[in-house]
């Protein structure tokens, strides 16, 4: 059993022929992408069989794409308008998607190889003419070594500030491990006061998100003050940087917690379900944009693949009702919640911080999953309720998607 991440890596910058092939590749692929688009928005459709009969020979005959590079364009244009389609199905409201300068070129499996070039490694992109090569070093960091052997699948060529930049994906062997009689369960309830916190069977951990609050506070309070005096030029020299360091604070984060359930033995990850929670909260114009800023779905993302690299079972369990329930007692009342950081059982009085007691009935919820085989709430037996009867109480770490042909427009690069 395998698992498939990406890792970005840097290409060494290009002479001017290169860079022109690049540049030019780039725009013709853009154009390939943006008649898929077009066709799917003016159809209202995102059939693969349907868009690929308007773009292959298109992109083939005017831009004059080869196979691969025409078959990667349909699939950009697939996964994008099935993004967008998938967004007005959840009933919300976004524009319909367009192809920037960030789109980059789709390599195909056939299009491109890795070749090891005594301790460098060379990029090796097919031109679409038969025996003609674009041969382009990269800056392999040495974590990533090791790892080039196993590289196979759809990749993508981008430019970020004049940089060129290659998304390759790797597959790595997974060792399935099964839960024993006992499992250790660590329950993850994820926050905007803290980012995340950990309940193991001896302990709990706390990821304070203070700092990251300040900090998202200091660079929108930066924006306001450079839009307001029209220093657009300041505004650009901002972009990506508050992104950069939030990926960075996820990656250590998911790190920690999978190296505290390593500890224990047959350890099994219990996360909250949280898709749409943006969509179903609203607040303050400060709390609405400390929800648009929270990388949940990042931190996940990242546990997740941490996880099945360390063996160790991931699983999503319903939400609902573990801020409110005692896990001491299982009684559910709000009135459990008279501070946003305490909790106080109003039956039993029972008193604890209210992010140890949701993750502590977040790894009950997961210990009741496993046990009965079926989607749970936090309410233990004998709770009145709704239980969810949808099948998909229990999410798996290694999701394969539906079209094969799509799973490298599926993929997110990753670190160690």
């Not at 007005?88 to 299009?111: E, H, T, Y």
């Not at 998911?254 to 033995?265: E, F, H, Q, W």
């Not at 950081?341 to 007691?357: E, K, L, Q, V």
């Amino acid at each position: 059993m395998h698992s498939t991440e990406c890792i970005v890596i840097k290409v060494v910058q290009p002479n001017k022929r290169k860079a022109d092939w690049l540049d030019a590749m780039a725009v013709r692929f853009s154009q390939a992408v943006q008649i898929g688009l077009d066709a799917a928005q003016a159809e209202r459709t995102s059939s693969r069989a349907k868009l690929h009969r308007v773009v292959y020979h298109q992109a083939r005959a005017k831009f004059g794409l080869p196979a691969d590079y025409a078959r990667m364009a349909v699939n950009a244009a697939v996964s994008l308008a099935r993004s967008y389609y998938g967004l007005r199905k959840a009933k919300q409201r976004p524009s319909f998607p367009k192809v920037n300068g960030s789109q980059g070129i789709g390599l195909g499996v056939n299009a491109y190889a890795v070749v090891q070039d005594g301790r460098r490694f060379v990029l090796r992109v097919s031109t679409g003419a038969r025996g003609q090569y674009l041969w382009l070093p990269l800056c392999v960091p040495a974590r990533y070594r090791d790892r080039i052997a196993s590289v196979y699948g759809d990749a993508r060529l981008f430019k970020r500030r004049g940089q060129w930049y290659v998304m390759l994906p790797v597959r790595q062997p997974q060792t399935p491990v099964g839960c024993s009689d006992e499992p250790a369960f660590i329950g993850v309830d994820l926050g905007v006061a803290r980012h995340a916190t950990v309940v193991t069977p001896d302990r709990t951990v706390f990821f304070d998100g203070k700092e990251a609050r300040r900090r998202r506070e200091h660079f929108a309070d930066l924006r306001r003050r450079y839009q307001r005096h029209r220093r657009t030029d300041r505004v650009k020299e901002q972009k990506g940087k508050e992104s950069r360091w939030m990926d960075d604070l996820n990656h250590k984060i998911s790190r920690r917690i999978v190296d505290l359930a390593a500890r224990y033995p047959n350890p099994v990850i219990v996360l909250e379900r949280l898709d749409g929670i943006r969509y179903r909260t609203h607040g303050s114009k400060c709390f609405n944009r400390m929800m648009a800023s929270w990388a949940f779905r990042d931190l996940v993302d990242k546990i997740k693949y941490k996880a099945a690299r360390s063996g160790i079972p991931v699983i999503f369990v319903d939400p609902r009702k573990t801020s409110q329930t005692c896990s001491r007692c299982g009684h559910v009342s709000r009135s459990n919640r008279p501070e946003q950081a305490t909790f106080r059982c109003i039956a039993c009085g029972y008193s604890t911080n209210a992010d140890r007691n949701a993750a502590r009935n977040i790894a009950a919820a997961g210990a009741c999953l496993l046990s009965q085989g079926r989607p749970d709430t936090a309410r233990p037996d004998g709770q009145t309720g709704d239980v969810s009867p949808r099948p998909d109480g229990v999410q798996g770490c290694a999701s394969v998607h539906s079209d094969s042909n799509l799973a490298s427009s599926m993929l997110e690069p990753h670190r160690l």
